[in-house]
Nanobody
Framework: QVQLVESGGGLVQAGGSLRLSCAASGRTFSSYLMGWFRQAPGKEREFVAAISWSGGSTYYADSVKGRFTISRDNAKNTVYLQMNSLKPEDTAVYYC???????????????????WGQGTQVTVSS
């Protein structure tokens, strides 16, 4: 069992930055593929970024590539999402997710992830 708790969301102006954190419980965190997803009102949940168990591989949605950076600290059981150059269209609830696969070519596929956090709101004003 893995429990995930996100933090770091808030209100920011367009062009600003935020860093999201996801703290995980459980001794097997270091073996999980970790992902960030987001869901805007009236839209489906979508993939944002993912990182393999070792941090050696990272994956991004085209819409955030070059602006967002995912990283992890296995010693702290935490995964991060650094978000720069934020745009109003980045406004959404952001969710952290954990998959028991160490890495996968289907990193963007929500059913791949077994555990989910409660989400943290990110609002970008224009």
């Amino acid at each position: 069992q893995v429990q995930l708790v996100e933090s770091g969301g808030g209100l920011v102006q367009a062009g600003g930055s935020l860093r999201l954190s996801c703290a995980a419980s459980g001794r097997t965190f270091s073996s999980y593929l970790m992902g960030w997803f987001r869901q805007a009102p009236g839209k489906e949940r979508e993939f944002v970024a993912a990182i393999s168990w070792s941090g050696g591989s990272t994956y991004y949605a085209d819409s955030v590539k070059g602006r967002f950076t995912i990283s992890r600290d296995n010693a702290k059981n935490t995964v991060y999402l650094q978000m720069n150059s934020l745009k109003p269209e980045d406004t959404a609830v952001y969710y952290c997710a954990a998959s028991p696969f160490r890495d996968s070519g289907n990193y963007y596929y929500t059913p791949l992830y077994t555990y989910w956090g409660q989400g943290t709101q990110v609002t970008v004003s224009s």
